[in-house]
């Protein structure tokens, strides 16, 4: 018996002519995900490709995890700028609105908080942030090498 694909009404009048397997991740990513999606909500687990929806999901969390990373960088810029005495009109009303980001993805995703207490998590904001102060010609020089900010510095309001 023939599978019916369950996105295709007119699956089953369509030649065979090799259409009877599912779509693959490597050639067609979005309709590899429609059917995976489906094969889910129908609980035909037959129909998973385990190994890719494991990367899938997993790369969910690494998608979190840069945009957090993002977010406290621009956090640690606008830091160092003061640090460097280059502020900016408007960087505290900037500083606010970076940190209630930073907040507002904390409360959505709590397990991310982990990563503000990892040293080489942090020390990679900080470069990211050391550099984008760098292409504004900012004398980056003049900031130290290690993160001087911590948790506490990166989420406080003032």
């Known amino acids: 018996m023939t599978k019916r694909h369950p996105l295709d009404t007119d699956w089953d009048r369509m030649p065979d002519v090799g259409l009877?397997?599912?779509?693959?991740?490597?050639?067609?990513?979005a309709a590899w995900a429609e059917h995976q999606a489906a094969?889910?909500?129908?609980?035909?687990?037959?129909?998973l490709d385990w190994d890719h929806l494991a990367d899938e999901i997993l790369d969910v969390a690494r998608s979190e995890r840069r945009e957090l990373?993002?977010?406290v960088s621009a956090v640690l810029?606008?830091?160092?700028?003061?640090?460097?005495?280059?502020?900016?009109?408007?960087?505290?009303?900037?500083?606010c609105e970076?940190?209630?980001l930073v907040l507002m993805q904390l409360s959505s995703c709590p397990s991310l908080s982990r990563w503000l207490k990892e040293?080489?998590?942090?020390?990679?904001?900080?470069?990211e942030s050391?550099?984008?102060?760098?292409?504004?010609?900012l004398r980056v020089s003049d900031l130290p090498e290690e993160c001087p900010f911590g948790q506490n510095d990166l989420l406080q309001s003032e």
């Open 20 to 29: 009877e397997k599912w779509p693959d991740y490597d050639t067609d990513t």
């Open 39 to 47: 094969a889910l909500h129908g609980r035909r687990v037959d129909s």
């Open 69 to 71: 990373e993002y977010r």
């Open 77 to 95: 810029a606008t830091l160092a700028r003061q640090l460097l005495g280059a502020n900016a009109p408007g960087d505290a009303r900037l500083l």
């Open 98 to 100: 970076q940190r209630a």
């Open 119 to 127: 040293p080489t998590w942090l020390a990679r904001c900080w470069a």
């Open 130 to 137: 050391v550099v984008s102060l760098g292409v504004l010609d």
